[in-house]
Each structure stands twice: as structure tokens, then as C-alpha cells.
């Protein structure tokens, strides 16, 4: 073979042609394939996420193929090829797929890259790393058009919480010359140990290989995953050179002998690439919005109402994606690699997202419980909750109740320190000053400006313009969703031409602002887009059912003892509406001994039996005593208003008040069924027990129904259908979208159960009305009630007999059946609103 001119280090450079476009690469390796984080991405359907990779051996360039359908040089697939020094066309895919052409080439690469010297001082450029450290000169794998690519690749000198310096080694080159395999984990026996919230116990297993095998990395069954080149490790991956691989929030890269940490600028700079979100009537709430947060910064995006900030928010936590555009965090495209980054963002809602009846310390370690990996001790919360809470100067406050003992600002303080449980380097904020007074705004930004200098990329969406000078950049949306300014605070006005904020306010208003504004910088389009059948967003893992469930009924107890007035109206309705209940005239309770009587001219004859008598002769047949109207009647009306207040009143206001809280933990991966079985459980117990309570109350010292027996029946009737209509308020506050609109709904609802039971007057025998009926769970709760006491002794076979209130074993056990079945249609319905609550806009 002709030796070609080389540049002056003896290697040639690699040209690559591909749908219209050519890049010469000076590095080591080139990455192709459809993945965007590739070097060279192709659009090849038949093509792999990460096809082939050329790279440098010696002083050769060769092709190696990684793919599952191939790759293909003159109709013949390969495994494996060195570049010639004539032009080489590989067809990804298939034999007749577009061709992607490799050429070497002579040219001698250009010097590195120098700042131009200030007039007082000239800068350096960084040394070069060297050869043996090839990945750490890599260009990014994927930069939005317009972004500088000068020192993307420079180690970030402040670095988030808990993340390691770049380029700092976590495998020491005597334990890889061992040959043994190395343990990674949190757990301090393990061969490698990282001080990271995200990472499990024993996490994963390095086996190093050696001279004539690669490094196969094993998952070890960890919670949130190991990642190698941006998918999840499923058993063993083999490590080729430079991989990278990602445990929890740390970024590393396999150099063949060691995992070395990767902390540079570019990975930690978000980028937002033309992100555009348009409804499907054609509205565009998002208009090709480009920018990227440097690292330790702070943005605060302004504008009106209406003007896309939350929408800007949902496409960049990846909640809400958009339609079109990318958002890059850490080299890969957030939407194509959700399950792997989604845990290194953090999004504080503008509703506080923690119960004020709780203590600080009580709702941060709940938090952490169900955000940690399930592997964290109880000691190893409690640690992490004392750091955040320093880090957010909350450690005096740690025992104080959140909704009456601490201010605004400490408020959302408790709600960023949840947050921050999983040390997420990205923040996102939404209106954190909402309601504050200008003293408390500047303190909650203040609090902000540390964060960020941390190391962390802030972003808070905000009303408030009091504080913007402690910001980095300040972006200032248009209604319609384009962004109108990008930069530092002190430029906004002289931007708009203006003096003060409400007139940029007003002008942003204005149908001609485009025209009296200068022309924003022009992006050229983006090479990603999302199409919108593709925007779900993957659910999170999650802990396993027990454990959720375990924490969110503890969680729900102690917000119940810790609600005063929760708490009261529980003590005290069964102790007003039992007292009611003993203002009805009489003394018999629920005993039927006043109350039967022989219909027309019978008389009775005995063991509730009628018969017509004529001189003391029986004449006609035997007819059963009939109940006539009185007292223990009026006493179960009560009982029965009682059960169906108490049950929904309790629950009708929980689920539509934690409403923000349950959508940020189910973000994170809380079970909505789960989260509906809890309440089911807490809520219903308690007005089982309230039933029970309001029974006796009602009913001691006052004759029972056909004895102890018939009394306990009633009582576990009334408790039944309080629990029934527990679960159906908990289903109607998960229908309902305020609390304004759960007292009306209240009232509404007692009432249609009160008029549908049947105790006030006749609904059997009346066509349609009493099929609906049958829906009521009062109307089934009367039945059972009404059977235990023997309310319904009259003729089985009259049309308008109440048939299913008969007495007798049979319909009491068919009655309280129907009951249950009514409960368990309620919880399906409440679970599928729950789930519904969560995912909706």
C-alpha cells in the first residue's frame, strides 16, 4: 500500500460524507449510528442507535461494525475493516441503504484553540491532554446549532454535590493488575464506594478483563440503574474504551484500565435546542426556544401570563415534552434518555409540596423514604435529611410544624430541601415567591444564588422582578412563547428600550413588539425533533408496593394525629350526630315492641302473628304483624345521614388538597393505586371505627334491635356503609379540581343518599327510580339495617314490598354483599381518577 502524506504526528485525519454533509475529525475515535449523542448521526431506519465506530489502531483508521442488521461494504457485510487511502462507502443497515463515504485525508489539523491575548494579561490555553487520555478531547456528542464548542470538553471546576472531580479514578490501577472482580456501591464494604443518594447499596460488579478479554460490567439488581453509553445495563455489558457509564448522578468513563470520573463543562451545561410545542388545534404555546444554562448559574425566565413559562418548564424537566426541538443534559437528549436522567432534575411546583401539619423533620424523612433507594437504612436518611436541611439553613427549624411555625420563605425552603434528597445538579422552580413579601422573595432568590453556586444550573420561573440582579441571566418570554431577551439582568431594559418593568410588561403585550424590539439572534434549525405520539413520558421506577404503602399509611396516620381540626371533626361527629339521634321521642331505641301492629280487624295471635277473629273464632287466614312508623324508624334515619356525612365529609377534601404533592411524588415514582389504597385505608378505618362509635352513642341504654345480636348487626351496617361512602368521597376528591367545589358536592351527595335509601319514604315498587336507587350505597345500607331489626315484616308477595329489606339471614348477607360490591366499584373509579389526577395538565 502507498503510504499518502500524514500529518506531522505520523496519523491522518478521517473525512466522513453523509446526507449532504462532510466533517473531518481530529480525534481517536468516530462514533455513527441514529443516537444522537453520536458523532455522526444518520437517519438510516435500518440503521443501530450506535452503529460503528471508527477508530484509530496504530497508525490505522478501522471500521468496526457494533451493530444487529449490519454493515455493509460492496454488498458484503463486516465485522471489521481498515480504512483504505481510496474513499470507502459503508451502507448501515442493508447493502442498499444511503451511503455513508470515509476518506483520510493530509490536511495538517489546525493549532489548538487560544483566546486572543487582553491587552493586560494574555490567557493560556489549557495543556492539551495527553494521548493515552484521548476521550477526555472528544468533541461533545452533541452540541445544538449555534452553541460554542471552544472548551466544552474543559474539566468544570465547581462541581454539584456529591459528584467527584473530572478525571479523578474510582478503580486504582493495582486493583484492576488483581484480576478480581470490584464491587461498586453506597455501602462502604464495597471495593468502590460512592457517596451518591441514587446509588444502591451494592449497586453494580466490575470484572476488569485483561490483555486478551474487555471488562464486562454486571448490574447488580441496583434501583435506578446502571447506564453504559446511555442504556440501561439488563444482567452484563461489555466496557469497550471510553465507554461512558453513568451510577446514579456520577458520570465515568472506561479508559481500559480505570472508571474516571467525567465532570466537564459541556456535560454539565443544558442545552435547549428549538423546542417547540404546538397544541393539536395548531396553537403554539412554544416557539423554537434555544439557549443553554452554564454550570453554578442562575435563570430567572420572566413574561405574562399565558406566555408558555410552565410550558418552557414541562419541555425542560421532560414532564411535559415538546413537540419538537431537543433538550441535551449531559451529551445525550433528555427525551430519548429519560429513565437515565431523570433523577438528576429537581422541580420544585409552585404549590408547597410538603403537609403543613407535619413537622419539618416528619415530612423530609417520608420524603426521603419514598424517594431513596429502597436499600437506604433508616440512619442513612436521617443523614441525608440533616444535610439538606444545613445546606438550606433549616437545622433549628427541624422540629418546628410547617403550616403554622415557620414563615413563607422556610415554606419553600422544606419544599426545595425535599428536592434536593436525591442531589439533583438541575433545578427547576416554578413561581417559588408566589405570595411572598419583597423581603422574603430576596431571601427565597438569595437561597437560590447559593444553590447555584454550588455547581448546580438553576432556572426559576417567576413573576417577581425585585431580585433578578442576583441572577446570571434573566429570559423574558412573549406571549406566544418566543423568547424575547436571553442574557444578564442588567441588559433587560436597555433591550426593550424602556425604564422599568411594567412598561416592558406592556410592550410585550403589544401586536408589534417584534417590530419595536431588535430582532432576536436567528437559530439555525434543529437536527431533532419529537413527534408528538412519541412525547409520553416513561414511568419512573419504582419501590415495591409493601414498602410505598407502609410509608404512605405512616405518612397519613401522622398527618391525621398532627390535624387538629381533622382530628376534632373526628372525635366530635360521632358524638354530635349520636346525641342527635337521642332527641327522637321514645324509649324503645331500635326495638320494634311499639311499632308492630295487626293490619285491619286482626288480632294478634302470638309470635308476631295476625289473624281476623270473629267471637273468638279464627276467621280467615294468618297474616304477619306489619311495621307501622315510629321511633325506630326515625332513629335509623339519623343513623343512616349520619354514616354517609361522616364518611364523605372526612375524605371529600384529601385528595384534591395534596393534589400537588401526589403529582411530584408520582413524577418520581409513587403508585397512584398505592397512594389511593392508603388513603382508603387511614380514611376508611376511621369512619369504620366513627360507624361503630355514633351506634353506640345512639343506641346505650335504650332497648337494642331483636336483642344484643340484632344491635351489633345494625352497628356493623352503619359502619360498613360510613367506610363505603369514605371511598366514595375519597373518588369524588379526586374528580373534583378545587376545594371550593367539594362543599356543594358534599351537601349534593348526602342528600341524593338520604332521599335514594328508602327510610324516608317508598321506593320499592317504583319503576325506574328504584333501579337507580340500587346505585345508592344508602339504599342498601337501609336494607341491611332494616333486615337486622325486622323493620319489613308485610306480605312478600305485594308489588311494592321492599323485598330486599326483608328480614332474615339471607337478605342482611345479600344486602351488606351488594354494599361491598358498591364499595369496591368506587375504589376502581377512585384509583382510575387518582391515576387520572396525576397525568393531566
Known sequence: MTSAPSRPDGQHLLQVEWAGATKTYDGDRVVVGREADCDVVVTEPAASRHHAVIQREGGAWVVVDTSSNGTFVRGQRISRLEVPMSPLSLHLGGPASEPVVVSLVTQVAPP???????????????????????????????????????????????????????????????????????????????????????????????????????????????????????????????????????????????????????????????????????????????????????????????????????????????????????????????????????????????????????????????????????DTTRREQEHRVHQVAEQLQLTSRLDNRIGTQLSGGQKKRVSIATELLTAPPLLFLDEPTSGLDPGLDLEVMKQLRALADGGRVVMVVTHSVLALDVCDNVMVLAPGGRIAYFGPPEGVLAHFGRASYPEVFDLLDEPDLWQRIPAPAQRAATTGSLPAAAAGVPAPPRQSLGRQLSTLVRRNTAVVVSDRLLLGMLLLLPLVLGGLSRLVPGNSGLSLDDTLRCPGQTEQIGNGRCQAMQDGTPVGEVVRMVFQPGEATQRLIVLIVAACLMGTAIAIRELVGERPIFRREYAVGLSPGIYFLSKVLVLGTAAFVQGLLVTFIATVGLPGADGTLGTLRVAFTIAALALTMAVVGLALSALVTSTEQTMPTLVGVIMIQLVLSGSLFAIAGRPVLEQVAWLSPSRWGYAASASAMGLVRGQADREDEDWIALDGAFHYFMDLGVLALLCAVAFGVGMWLTYRSATED
Do not use: C, M
Open 112 to 374: 489548538p484553540y487560544r483566546p486572543a491575548p487582553a491587552p493586560a494579561a494574555p490567557a493560556p490555553a489549557p495543556p492539551a491532554p495527553p494521548a493515552a487520555e484521548w476521550w477526555r478531547n472528544l468533541p461533545p456528542p452533541q452540541l445544538p446549532a449555534g452553541a460554542p464548542s471552544v472548551d466544552a470538553w474543559r474539566a468544570q471546576e465547581v462541581v454539584p454535590p456529591g459528584q467527584l472531580a473530572h478525571g479523578q479514578s474510582v478503580v486504582l490501577p493495582q486493583q484492576v493488575a488483581a484480576g478480581r472482580s470490584l464491587t461498586i456501591g453506597r455501602e462502604q464494604g464495597n471495593d468502590v464506594v460512592l457517596e451518591d443518594a441514587l446509588v444502591s447499596r451494592r449497586h453494580a460488579r466490575l470484572d476488569p478483563g485483561g490483555p486478551d478479554r474487555p471488562a464486562v460490567l454486571h448490574d447488580l439488581g441496583s434501583f435506578n440503574g446502571t447506564f453504559v453509553n446511555g442504556h440501561r445495563v439488563e444482567g452484563a455489558v461489555q466496557l469497550a474504551v471510553g465507554a461512558e457509564v453513568i451510577f446514579g448522578n456520577q458520570t465515568f468513563r472506561w479508559d481500559g484500565t480505570q472508571l474516571l470520573a467525567s465532570a466537564t463543562t459541556h456535560e454539565f451545561t443544558l442545552y435547549a435546542d428549538g423546542l417547540t410545542t404546538v397544541l393539536p388545534d395548531g396553537r403554539q404555546l412554544l416557539q423554537h426556544a434555544s439557549f443553554q444554562l452554564k454550570p453554578s448559574s442562575l435563570t430567572a425566565v420572566i413574561g405574562p401570563s399565558g406566555a408558555g413559562k410552565s410550558t418552557l418548564l414541562g419541555a425542560l424537566t421532560g414532564l411535559r415534552p415538546a413537540t419538537h426541538g431537543r433538550v441535551i443534559w449531559q451529551g445525550h437528549d433528555l427525551y430519548a434518555h429519560y429513565d437515565q436522567l431523570r433523577f438528576q432534575i429537581g422541580l420544585v411546583p409552585q404549590q408547597d409540596i410538603q403537609h403543613p401539619q407535619l413537622k419539618v423533620r416528619q415530612a423530609l424523612r417520608y420524603a426521603a423514604e419514598l424517594r431513596l433507594p429502597p
